[in-house]
Nanobody
Framework: QVQLVVSGGGSVQAGGSLTLSCTMF????????MGWFRQALGKEREGVAAIDSYGTSTYADSVKGRFTISRDTAKNTLYLQMNSLKPEDTSMHYCAAKLPPCIATMTRRLYEYWGQGAQVTVSS
């Protein structure tokens, strides 16, 4: 059974940085795609960034140049480095995984497994 465990998050002032981690358990192959999503209070869950097993990544326009998605395949861990954080980045962040075949996509319905959320709060 595949499980995703999220760590990181927290509170930071605008302009600060945070890193999220998401470790996959129960799947030993290195070929899969992962993504980060977020959901602010009262809003729909939206894609933030995604990456495939080759390292190809894609980002939402709102985070381009500020966030970096990466993965350590040896550790089965996905990361999201968030810099220059803004108050509008405040939301619950989730990681998701899609087993092959897959591409780096932020289409929520394509993902099969989800981790628990991690709150990111940015104060002005």
């Amino acid at each position: 059974q595949v499980q995703l465990v999220v760590s990181g998050g927290g509170s930071v002032q605008a302009g600060g940085s945070l890193t999220l981690s998401c470790t996959m358990f129960g799947y030993t192959h290195r070929s899969y795609c992962m993504g980060w999503f977020r959901q602010a209070l009262g809003k729909e869950r939206e894609g933030v960034a995604a990456i495939d097993s080759y390292g190809t990544s894609t980002y939402a326009d709102s985070v381009k140049g500020r966030f970096t998605i990466s993965r350590d395949t040896a550790k089965n861990t996905l990361y999201l480095q968030m810099n220059s954080l803004k108050p509008e980045d405040t939301s619950m962040h989730y990681c998701a995984a899609k087993l092959p075949p897959c591409i780096a996509t932020m289409t929520r319905r394509l993902y099969e497994y989800w981790g628990q959320g991690a709150q990111v709060t940015v104060s002005s």
